[in-house]
Structures are given as C-alpha cells and as structure tokens.
Nanobody
C-alpha cells in the first residue's frame, strides 16, 4: 500500500490550499482514511476523517474551515483548507484507518510521506 500526499505550499494567512492523497495497492472504496498534521516540535495531531461510506469527522480546530472528501474512482482523498492561519503550518499526512479510533495516530497505518503547508502572517 502506498499513499502519496501532494498540494502543500506557502500561502498567506486567509488563503486556501487543496491537498490530495493518492492511494494504491488497496481496495480504496472499502477503506477509511484521515489527514493528520505535525508541526515542528509538536506531536502528530488528527485533522479530518472520512469513512468508506463518506461519513466525515473533524478536529475542532479546523471545523468549518477544512473539508475532507474522496473520489473512489481516482483512489484519492482531498483536504480543502480555507481561511488558513499560521497555526495551520505543519506537515500534513494521510493514512489508512486500521483500528477502532477515528483520531488516534496509533490506529492508522500506511502513512504517506507528507506534504508541507506553510502559512505566513
């Protein structure tokens, strides 16, 4: 299984970015995935989840600003990020859910390499 995250970059506060995570080597439509992020010196934290059925769940810090979606035909999950602020600066990772928790990194597997998002003030 491989996950390839892309779409990161440098953006000014208030701007938007759309991240993509292309998956291969798994039955994508049967799997649930999530986005996590890790800022320098901090632990990896949950951002957004999308179930195989399309159900979604968000961290409180991004609710109303970020939208997770999936395209099963393209085996890709997206993260639309609006109203970005400097606190959103981090490496963003996608991963496949492998355990019972929606938000714990330890219940996820097949981590992609991450894509860096930098938000300037």
């Amino acid at each position: 299984v491989q996950l390839q995250a892309s779409g990161g970059g440098l953006v000014q506060a208030g701007g938007s970015l759309r991240l993509s995570c292309a998956a291969s080597g798994l039955t994508f439509s049967s799997n649930s995935l999530a986005w996590f992020r890790q800022a320098p010196g901090k632990e990896r934290e949950f951002v957004a989840y999308i179930g195989w059925s399309g159900s979604t769940y968000y961290a409180e810090s991004v609710k109303g600003r970020f939208t997770i979606s999936r395209d099963n035909a393209k085996s890709t999950v997206f993260l639309q990020m609006n109203s970005l602020n400097p606190e959103d600066t981090a490496v963003y990772y996608c991963a496949v859910r492998g355990g019972s928790s929606l938000t714990s990194p330890t219940d996820y597997r097949n981590w992609g390499q991450g894509t860096l998002v930098t938000v300037s003030s």
